[in-house]
């Protein structure tokens, strides 16, 4: 897999030839048409401001904060406190050469209600992210301001398949399928990944780390884990690709044991989903074992690939 580690950039350069008359040359002495013609230079140099901010004009420099993407982080509830943290700390504050040429904005909404009106002001190339959340969805299922509404839910397709990238992460990543089932309560979901995400834990949601085998390095390390998905992909005309897999130890060998985090296409937009939190940092996690290494760099490569037109392959073989 191609990973592009920087973009160029963007913008129209002119080369200046330097003036070989000033216009004070064409005031010397008390000829009336030397001053006219003075008073006329002035004039437009005047001008040149209001000509510059004038929407319809011929000439018009491009602002650098209208070609950046942005990433808008929900961090309304179910969101857990604090989770949409670190992955403001990361986009605010990047690693890799790829994210640092990207350079996104980040931006931070907390009703779900505003969602719709939120996403028609996004730039193109953002990417709209849920992180993490709080076991007990609910708040999603419930009516009020947070309620995953039929309204809410087409927009949010919309805007994916028209161009817009998704990325969720756990809870983010469950809801990014087409309906989400409880024992106490269900709700029609995102429907933006073709894939059922269920349960990697079982009754087990102790915080943890989990061994991953991330495809694009191909590369093991431990992932933070906690009451994450696996997910199984589905028919579908959409096109998606496995980006880790969870691994089990049978002897001393370790083999796949389902997919942890996936892209899939959605019309012409991206949509990514991880069971595990790429984003976990040891200030993330209070308890952290000691030989717990964080891989916040995977999660960049993935917002980078996003914001990217590189279109969806194959599902990898895993």
Not at 55 to 68: E, F, I
Request: hydrophobic share 45%; with cysteine; proline share 8%.
């Amino acid at each position: 897999m191609r990973w592009i580690e920087a973009i160029p950039q963007l913008g129209v350069g002119a080369r200046r030839e330097p003036l070989t008359h000033h216009p004070s040359a064409f005031i010397q002495g008390d000829n009336t048409m030397h001053r006219a013609a003075w008073r006329l230079w002035a004039c437009l140099l005047g001008a040149l401001p209001a000509l510059a901010a004038t929407p319809n004009a011929t000439v018009q420099a491009a602002k650098p904060s209208a070609l950046r993407p942005v990433v808008l982080v929900y961090a309304g509830a179910p969101v857990c406190s604090g989770c949409e943290q670190p992955v403001l700390d990361l986009i605010r504050k990047p690693k890799t050469p790829a994210l640092q040429a990207l350079a996104p904005e980040s931006r931070v909404i907390r009703r779900w209600a505003d969602i719709p009106k939120a996403l028609k002001s996004l730039p193109p190339r953002s990417v709209f992210l849920i992180p993490g959340t709080e076991d007990d969805l609910r708040a999603w299922a419930q009516g009020g301001s947070q309620a995953m509404s039929a309204q809410s839910i087409r927009a949010i397709q919309q805007w994916v398949h028209a161009g817009g990238r998704y990325a969720g992460i756990c809870g983010g990543a469950i809801i990014a399928q087409a309906r989400y089932e409880d024992e106490q309560f269900a709700f029609d979901a995102l429907n933006l990944a073709k894939m059922e995400a269920d349960n990697f834990a079982g009754e087990d949601a102790i915080e943890r780390i989990e061994p991953v085998h991330w495809l694009p390095k191909q590369m093991t390390f431990g992932a933070y884990f906690q009451a994450g998905s696996v997910m199984t992909l589905l028919p579908s005309k959409e096109r998606s690709e496995v980006w880790a897999t969870y691994l089990a130890t049978k002897g001393r060998v370790q083999h796949p044991a389902g997919i942890a985090a996936a892209m899939f296409s959605y019309g012409q937009g991206k949509v990514f989903v991880s069971g595990v939190h790429l984003e976990a940092t040891h200030d993330f996690w209070d308890q952290a074992p000691p030989d717990f290494v964080p891989h916040t760099e995977l999660l960049e490569a993935v917002l980078a690939d996003l914001m990217q037109d590189r279109p969806i392959g194959r599902v990898s073989k895993h």
